[in-house]
């Protein structure tokens, strides 16, 4: 078992990923965006610091950076999903809209540590996007929500933030990293809360339950799980077990808010998770 514990820890990273979508959904019909956001990560945060703060202080200046710029990556994701996600009526759809990032990270990789895509990708990327295209049919015409647009942007900056994690992941220990991209996180977005938003008080009673669910379950747990998990996980392994996140998304979806679930959104589901497991499949078994 020991030998799989990176490969198990992500599995249910996975399903921890896929409620987060509903505890930060509730969550924001109390609160601000990118104050919740910032008071979500900062918190997160805090919780880590009296951990990690001497292993943080004995990083090099280099590994500080690259912890950093994780960080950044993240924030950049996490603003473009979460307004995705206010405007959404269908998280099931997003889901797999925002898995493209799997697919998107291979050329991320390629561009930024020369580690070229396996031949099978350029045969998986038309069927993406060919899913893409059946997931924004309305009535036979081809229509992107805000919200289907803004995901699509949040898979690009999530596929930057996996790479990067997947990266340095094995050059700085696992809590380190955790906290510094969890504070990045929370500085930045809480800064401009307290600029440019308006928070209503008092905050509802329900809106703080789900919120610090998705603190200490969703961000706290999933991230550091989700770090030590990288670690020992080879990327292409850990990119086909997160296209379980979609799938529970979806599943969830319908469990919890009824959503309607029509031909044309299966097909495009299928398509996309089956190009994702394609290249992801053989590019394990070409490593093999």
């Not at 990118?34 to 090099?60: E, V």
């Not at 809106?207 to 030590?228: A, E, H, P």
Request: aromatic share 16%; net charge positive; with cysteine.
């Amino acid at each position: 078992m020991k030998k799989y514990t990176g490969e198990i820890l992500l599995f249910i990273v996975t399903f921890i990923a896929a409620s987060g979508w509903f505890f930060s959904k509730y969550s924001l019909e109390g609160m601000p965006t990118m104050g919740f956001i910032g008071l979500r990560f900062s918190l997160a945060a805090l919780i880590f610091i009296p951990f990690s703060f001497h292993a943080i202080k004995a990083l090099t200046r280099t590994q500080q950076l690259k912890a950093s710029s994780v960080g950044l990556a993240y924030i950049v994701a996490m603003i473009l999903w979460i307004n995705g996600l206010i405007y959404s009526e269908d998280l099931g759809e997003g889901a797999f809209i925002y898995s493209l990032s799997m697919l998107i990270a291979p050329l991320i990789s390629w561009f930024l540590f020369k580690h070229q895509p396996k031949i099978t990708f350029w045969f998986a990327l038309p069927i993406a996007a060919l899913g893409l295209y059946f997931l924004s049919i309305k009535q036979g015409f081809i229509h992107f929500s805000l919200s289907n647009i803004l995901f699509l942007l949040a898979s690009i900056s999530g596929a930057f933030y996996f790479v990067l994690n997947n990266q340095y992941a094995k050059e700085v220990d696992s809590l380190s990293l955790t906290t510094i991209q969890l504070g990045i996180v929370g500085i930045s977005a809480s800064i401009y809360s307290l600029l440019f938003e308006q928070w209503h008080i008092p905050i509802p009673a329900e809106t703080w339950f789900w919120f610090l669910g998705s603190v200490l379950i969703t961000t706290n747990i999933r991230v550091l799980l989700q770090t030590v998990a990288q670690r020992r996980c080879h990327v292409n392994t850990a990119a086909i077990i997160m296209l379980l996140e979609p799938v529970w998304t979806l599943i969830l979806g319908c469990l919890v808010l009824k959503e309607n679930i029509f031909l044309t959104k299966i097909i495009g589901c299928l398509l996309i998770f089956s190009a994702i497991f394609i290249y992801r499949f053989n590019a394990k078994k070409e490593r093999s």
